[in-house]
């Protein structure tokens, strides 16, 4: 994979990623960011961090396909490319962050990074639709952004997701990913780190997730968690433990790339149209000794023409009812069309 770094007028990064292609024509650069006003304000009864990003109300909603920000001559001025991560011009975490208010609780810089991840330059497609070839540079790509944002002294957890669709709120609909570098670790992921650390919790459910199975690739497994919290909810992971897939051979990058394919593809096919969904890297944080890397793609639809929402019991509390049992779900999207 190659890769090339620039500066943009405003000062923010822009990274191109290609097998062995050249980017296009140099354009101009006519997307300007705003100095970014970000800030951390602890949670003391959740003990957690809370992220207020003001200029973010501002942001891009659902522009004419004419100024599609994603497109070339875009956030990357270039006339064509393959890959593109740009930092964002909204940024929830960067590295100048601006100066933090003083409310009555603690309050911290959101120093960290906000990148976007620019699947293609076509504005039409998918994950799902993406050639394999372009699936599997995209699985280069998150591994080097991994290796390089764990780089920077003030991030502890680096969290690639991709918000898709309407339904949860996506603003654009240009291929795209996003990736957050936190400069602390999600409680939740606190919890799985101290989970993996004592137990190879995945490793010990291999051999009892057959019901579950939901497609394979050598060394890869796609199935429904038996204790999932959404309907058709679907983790990928490698059999053997990775901390990350910066730590994936050649051959287990690709066999990664073609199952996420795979999987996207049957969660279009389940009710025969594109799935809204929130798909979240679950990879080690900075530091840790034991983790089990794992991708889990939370579907927003519960059947064609009806969501999951979330409400009193989730939103309150915290727990989750499910309507779908997690081998129901496997059986369907085992059955859904490729
Ligand atoms: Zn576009």
């Not at 890297?281 to 900075?286: L, N, S």
């Not at 409400?311 to 999207?333: D, H, K, Q, S, W």
Request: proline share 10%; aromatic share 14%.
């Amino acid at each position: 994979m190659r890769e090339w770094a620039f500066s943009k007028a405003d000062g923010r990064k822009l990274y191109l990623y290609s097998w062995d292609k050249e980017p296009g024509p140099l354009l101009e650069d006519s997307y300007r960011g705003q100095p970014a006003q970000a800030h951390l304000r602890w949670h003391p009864l959740q003990q957690e961090w809370v992220i207020y990003a003001p200029q973010r109300q501002g942001r891009t909603y659902h522009p004419p396909r004419q100024s599609c920000p994603f497109c070339p001559g875009g956030e990357v001025p270039f006339g064509d490319f393959e890959i593109a991560v740009v930092e964002n011009r909204y940024p929830a975490l960067s590295s100048r962050p601006g100066l933090a208010p003083q409310p009555p609780v603690p309050s911290a810089p959101a120093y960290g990074r906000s990148e976007v991840v620019i699947y293609t330059a076509n504005h039409n497609g998918s994950l799902a639709r993406l050639s394999q070839e372009r699936r599997r540079l995209l699985v280069r790509v998150w591994a080097a952004r991994y290796r390089a944002l764990y780089e920077l002294p003030e991030v502890r957890y680096v969290f690639p997701f991709e918000n898709r669709g309407e339904e949860v709120g996506v603003t654009l609909f240009h291929p795209h990913g996003q990736i957050y570098a936190y400069p602390f670790v999600p409680a939740s992921i606190a919890t799985e780190a101290a989970v993996f650390a004592k137990q190879a919790v995945l490793q010990d459910l291999w051999p009892r997730l057959d019901p579950y199975h939901v497609a394979q690739r050598p060394g890869f497994l796609a199935f429904t968690p038996p204790f999932a919290r959404f309907p058709y909810e679907v983790w990928i992971a490698p059999e053997q433990p990775h901390l990350g897939p910066w730590s994936f051979s050649e051959a287990e990058s690709d066999a990664f790339a073609d199952l996420l394919g795979e999987v996207a593809l049957r969660l279009d096919g389940l009710f025969s149209r594109e799935m809204p969904y929130v798909m979240a890297f679950h990879a080690a944080p900075k530091d840790a000794e034991s983790f089990h890397f794992h991708v889990e793609i939370y579907p927003k639809l519960r059947s064609r023409d009806k969501q999951k929402h979330l409400a009193g019991t989730e939103v309150g509390v915290g727990i989750f009812t499910a309507a779908v049992l997690p081998e129901e779900a496997a059986r369907l999207l085992r059955e859904a069309g490729r």
